[in-house]
């Protein structure tokens, strides 16, 4: 939808997320969309990077049955990293 409102070159566009597995399937769906030039890492590899247009996905998924209805400190460290 960028590049439909005036975005020139997909090259202008980074996509940042905090889990590299979420990168890996963020760029396959680019690709098949024939989207491949769109920058997509997490954000401590961007560091220093600079882009005209900016996505963050901060989605996080887990299994139902992995999720803990009142997760411990540890649980939360694990899990979700230094988002918490």
């Not at 005209?52 to 460290?77: A, C, N, Y």
């Amino acid at each position: 939808k960028l590049l439909a409102c005036g975005v020139e070159k997909e090259s202008e566009i980074l996509v940042l997320s905090p889990y590299r597995a979420q990168c890996h399937i963020i760029e396959r769906e680019l690709a098949a969309n024939k989207l491949s030039e769109v920058s997509v890492t997490t954000i401590v590899k961007s560091q220093g990077s600079e882009k005209d247009f900016v996505i963050i996905s901060l989605v996080r998924s887990l299994p139902d049955s992995q999720i803990e209805h009142e997760p411990s400190r540890g649980w939360l460290s694990q899990k979700l990293g230094f988002v918490t």
